[in-house]
């Protein structure tokens, strides 16, 4: 869910605030994120003879009900929220009986499940705000899009911010606690921008209000040099670019999502990420090249040691090696077919005019892999390497830094860690390269103590 908060002043730009289940969880300990409980309660729907989706509902609905029990205090809000869990519930329920009857789950109804869960812990937040004497309003976003889209281009994104403007601005001098259900999206929520809608929902409204920023509250400080759990002199970065996050991102950091920066970032919106434990911190701020919206600390300005060092678990390696009947241009585009044929996601690749290597995604499955092995197979020798990782090491201003590619790899010689792919790409801010998964945690942290534990003032 996420609610947008203003200052006091009407004249004052708008901050929007985007928080998940799980932070909003840390406060209202019953309605901690619910989004895997409703898919749950689909698939069960589904199941011959289950009645699972019906506790399921019986469950959240008792959770919330103890949430606003123990949080509201006024008994006419309390009557009021109670009503409208029930209903709500009511109407989750009597549509996976519906599910039931049809034996069928649309992805456009999975998306209808999530949203109500969504609508169940946003009717809480907003009775809570009430409750303390903040006038707020639930404004639930099942049905802004009153057009047709087919694809999700910049049209349909910039369509979604004038609703979201259109319907905040109705809310007048109201608190608005907005749902990250947006209405139906070409090809589906989940399956066209997966979980992390409820950000692009947040950026997205940061857009049409064009708002001062963008904050995104977890349960971390911010981006850090690496990960604080597994490195203990890991570092928050007060500053990061938005091709930094955006590699960081992709290599296994979580940081946010592509869609909600690439909107953010294109409307010149800085990015704060913040914790819902420590609101008092200033966390980190993806901060867009062009915008003066925000001034940044000088020493990020002129910081030439890599950013941050990262790992992306759960990697197998597929190796190709020409069978000569294959001319090295007929050779790789081969191989790409095929693996584009089956949906298959590259993260890493070398190659030279016999051989290829590449790093797969984590999201590759097993059935996926056979029949693409099946095609490549015709091509030439093909063996597969499985439990491996890949190191990622990002900084934009890497490329303006002689050696940091030698230091890498010098510091995985040293702890005694081979390399299967080495890659760097063209815009030089992330330099990665794939290790055995079992060496992962040692590669990382002696990475980082030899390139990142140094004085960060250090030019």
Request: proline share 4%; charged share 25%; with cysteine.
């Amino acid at each position: 869910m996420q609610a947008k908060l203003r200052e006091n002043s009407p004249h004052l730009p708008w901050i929007v605030q985007k928080y998940g289940g799980t932070s909003v969880g840390k406060f209202l300990n019953e309605i901690a994120e619910s989004i895997i409980p409703l898919l749950r309660a689909a698939e069960e729907a589904l199941t011959e003879g289950s009645i699972e989706h019906l506790n399921i509902v019986k469950e959240l609905r008792q959770d919330h009900l103890d949430a606003a029990r123990a949080y509201i205090k006024n008994s006419e809000i309390l009557s009021s929220v109670e009503a409208q869990l029930d209903e709500e519930c009511l109407k989750l329920k009597s549509f996976l009986e519906a599910a039931e009857i049809i034996d069928e789950i649309s992805p456009r109804s999975r998306d209808i499940i999530v949203g109500m869960g969504e609508r169940l812990s946003c009717t809480i937040i907003a009775a809570v705000l009430k409750d303390k004497g903040i006038d707020s309003q639930l404004v639930v976003l099942n049905n802004i899009i009153h057009r047709e889209f087919t694809t999700l281009d910049q049209s349909f994104y910039d369509y979604v911010a004038e609703r979201l403007k259109q319907v905040i601005d109705d809310c007048g001098d109201r608190v608005p606690v907005l749902t990250g259900f947006f209405g139906n999206v070409p090809g589906s929520l989940l399956n066209s921008i997966g979980r992390g809608y409820t950000d692009l929902c947040a950026a997205l409204a940061a857009v049409g209000l064009k708002s001062q920023e963008v904050q995104i509250w977890k349960e971390v400080d911010g981006i850090f040099t690496a990960d604080p759990r597994k490195v203990k002199t890991a570092r928050l970065l007060p500053v990061v670019t938005p091709e930094e996050a955006a590699e960081l991102t992709y290599y296994g950091s979580e940081v946010i999502h592509p869609f909600t920066m690439e909107q953010v970032i294109r409307a010149e919106i800085p990015i704060r990420i913040k914790n819902v434990e420590n609101p008092s911190g200033s966390g980190s701020v993806i901060f867009p090249d062009r915008a003066n919206k925000f001034i940044r600390p000088d020493k990020a300005l002129h910081l030439k040691r890599p950013a941050a060092v990262t790992v992306k678990d759960k990697i197998c390696v597929l190796n190709v090696q020409s069978n000569r009947k294959n001319v090295s241009h007929g050779f790789l585009a081969k191989i790409f077919t095929a693996l584009d044929e089956y949906n298959i996601i590259v993260d890493l690749i070398s190659t030279s005019q016999m051989h290829v290597s590449m790093a797969l995604s984590p999201d590759v499955t097993e059935e996926s892999l056979r029949k693409a092995l099946v095609d490549l197979e015709k091509l030439g020798t093909v063996d597969i390497i499985r439990d491996m990782a890949i190191i990622s090491l990002v900084g934009k201003q890497m490329r303006n830094t002689i050696g940091v590619a030698g230091e890498m790899f010098t510091s995985l010689a040293e702890a005694g860690i081979s390399i299967e792919i080495i890659s760097q790409g063209a815009s030089e801010i992330n330099i990665s390269c794939v290790v055995k998964e079992e060496h992962a945690l040692i590669a990382l942290r002696a990475i980082h103590q030899r390139l990142l534990d140094a004085d960060p003032n250090c030019v």
